[in-house]
Every structure is written in structure tokens, then in C-alpha cells.
């Protein structure tokens, strides 16, 4: 989704900069869109804000944010042995999930104030996180995942409201099965299962269709402080 949205804003004459723990990925599709790679780990703060004053020193400060890191395995808060779940596994979701993004939502909330206001729209910027529908109907395993998306979904209107008043908006996207390398790692029965549970359009969502909303998002000035789904009208079960 981080990688087609790149594309997207590149194509519309965005100057575009990738962050990545992996600066090879990073920069392979910097390259492709004539932009800046840059290694960040989102869970550090001065990495983060190393991140930024690079940005800042190359190419200004951003107008726009993205967040598309996260991480998602699957653990069980009891699991067979009627052991507890190890409470790092749940530490580290929330860590990279929900703190990674707060720690990217806050840096760049703080350099955007700085900007000067755009003449047209009388704003600064805006930042654009991701959550999930496990945000709201979290499966059996997703105790963690949905906890942290969760907590993403919870940020976007106290942040929205308080970084209103410096003319920046916040918003979040929440997907549902999107086409991603982890979907197409599973067996073709369970991905048949898995899209065709998906009410309309029976199919996997695109990560051109996630970039598409990026850009309506940033261009629709009254689009602030909400959270929208994108799923197909997907609900999904308990397991």
C-alpha cells in the first residue's frame, strides 16, 4: 500500500520520500519515483527525527504524511498449554503498531506547524495513518493487532482536533483484505474463502484502490478527524 501510494503522489508531482527499516526496498522504489530513501526504524525517536531534519535539509519540510508501518502476528492470550501469551509479543504490536505511528504522527505534526499557510486551503498539511478493520471486529489470534489498530482509530480525532488550530488535519484508513504479498502467501482455497466472505466486490481490495483514498483524503479539505473503512463491507467473523 506504502509502495503504490509512492506511485500515486509521484505521478500527481509529489516529491516523494520512502522510509524503511530495509533501505535496499526503500530505495527501489524511491528510485522509481525520483525520490529520497531513508532508513528509519518508526519505534525510535531519534531515528525518527533524524528522519525529518534529512527531509527537512533535502527537500523542505513535508506537507504530507503517511503511515503505512505495521506489523501483524498472531497470538493466542491462552494457547494450548494454557500458558499466557508472552507479554512481549503484545508489547512489541502496540510498539511498532500504535507507538511507531504516534512517534511518526508527532514529528511531523511538529514540522508542519512551522510551514507557512497554504493561500488556497488555509492549511498546513496533512497526516494520513493506517489501522484495520480488526480495529473493530478483531478475530480470535488478533488480540494485539487489534489493540493497536485500535489505538490508531482512537488517536485520529483528539490529534485532528488539537493540531486544528495550525491548519492540519488527521485522518485514518482502516482496510480490509487488501492484495498483499501476505495474502498471496496463502493457499489458493483460503484466499478463494477469505474473498469470497467480502460482500461486494468479491475480491481482495487493490493497494492502488488504498492510494486513490490517500489522495481524495489529502485533497477534500473537510475530510478531518475520521476514520474510513475500506472493505467492501466486510465484517469479519470471530475466527
Same mark, same amino acid.
Given at each position: 500500500?506504502?509502495?503504490?501510494?509512492?506511485?500515486?503522489?509521484?505521478?500527481?508531482?509529489?516529491?516523494?520520500?520512502?522510509?524503511?527499516?530495509?533501505?535496499?526496498?526503500?530505495?527501489?522504489?524511491?528510485?522509481?519515483?525520483?525520490?529520497?530513501?531513508?532508513?528509519?526504524?518508526?519505534?525510535?525517536?531519534?531515528?525518527?527525527?533524524?528522519?525529518? @531534519?534529512?527531509?527537512?535539509?533535502?527537500? =523542505? /519540510?513535508?506537507?504530507?504524511? $503517511?503511515?503505512?508501518?505495521? #506489523?501483524?502476528?498472531?497470538? *493466542?492470550?491462552?494457547?494450548?498449554?494454557?500458558?499466557?501469551?508472552?507479554?512481549?509479543?503484545?508489547?512489541?504490536?502496540?510498539?511498532?503498531?500504535?507507538?511507531?505511528?504516534?512517534?511518526?504522527?508527532?514529528?511531523?505534526?511538529?514540522?508542519?506547524?512551522?510551514?507557512?499557510?497554504?493561500?488556497?486551503?488555509?492549511?498546513?498539511?496533512?497526516?494520513?495513518?493506517?489501522?484495520?478493520?480488526?480495529?473493530?471486529?478483531?478475530?480470535?489470534?488478533?488480540?494485539?493487532?487489534?489493540?493497536?489498530?485500535?489505538?490508531?482509530?482512537?488517536?485520529?480525532?483528539?490529534? @485532528?482536533?488539537?493540531?486544528?488550530?495550525? =491548519? /492540519?488535519?488527521?485522518?485514518? $484508513?482502516?482496510?480490509?483484505? #487488501?492484495?498483499?504479498?501476505? *495474502?498471496?502467501?496463502?493457499?489458493?482455497?483460503?484466499?478463494?474463502?477469505?474473498?469470497?466472505?467480502?460482500?461486494?466486490?468479491?475480491?481482495?481490495?487493490?493497494?492502488?484502490?488504498?492510494?486513490?483514498?490517500?489522495?481524495?483524503?489529502?485533497?477534500?479539505?473537510?475530510?478531518?478527524?475520521?476514520?474510513?473503512?475500506?472493505?467492501?463491507?466486510?465484517?469479519?467473523?470471530?475466527?
Amino acid at each position: 500500500m506504502g509502495e503504490e501510494t509512492a506511485r500515486h503522489l509521484a505521478k500527481l508531482g509529489a516529491k516523494v520520500v520512502v522510509l524503511d527499516q530495509n533501505f535496499v526496498l526503500a530505495k527501489k522504489i524511491a528510485d522509481e519515483v525520483a525520490g529520497l530513501a531513508i532508513t528509519c526504524d518508526i519505534v525510535e525517536e531519534k531515528a525518527v527525527i533524524s528522519a525529518f @531534519a534529512q527531509i527537512e535539509t533535502k527537500l =523542505g /519540510i513535508p506537507r504530507i504524511c $503517511i503511515n503505512c508501518a505495521g #506489523i501483524a502476528p498472531g497470538k *493466542l492470550v491462552v494457547d494450548k498449554h494454557h500458558d499466557p501469551m508472552p507479554l512481549h509479543d503484545f508489547s512489541r504490536v502496540i510498539e511498532v503498531n500504535l507507538i511507531g505511528t504516534f512517534n511518526m504522527l508527532r514529528v511531523a505534526a511538529a514540522r508542519m506547524s512551522t510551514l507557512d499557510l497554504m493561500s488556497d486551503s488555509q492549511e498546513r498539511g496533512v497526516i494520513i495513518n493506517t489501522a484495520s478493520i480488526a480495529a473493530f471486529e478483531g478475530q480470535v489470534g488478533q488480540i494485539a493487532y487489534s489493540a493497536s489498530k485500535g489505538g490508531v482509530v482512537a488517536m485520529t480525532l483528539p490529534a @485532528a482536533r488539537e493540531l486544528a488550530r495550525y =491548519g /492540519i488535519r488527521v485522518l485514518t $484508513i482502516a482496510p480490509g483484505l #487488501i492484495e498483499t504479498p501476505l *495474502l498471496y502467501g496463502l493457499p489458493q482455497k483460503v484466499r478463494e474463502s477469505l474473498a469470497g466472505s467480502i460482500p461486494f466486490p468479491k475480491r481482495f481490495g487493490k493497494p492502488s484502490e488504498y492510494a486513490s483514498l490517500v489522495v481524495h483524503m489529502i485533497e477534500n479539505e473537510m475530510l478531518n478527524g475520521t476514520t474510513v473503512r475500506l472493505d467492501g463491507a466486510l465484517r469479519m467473523p470471530p475466527a
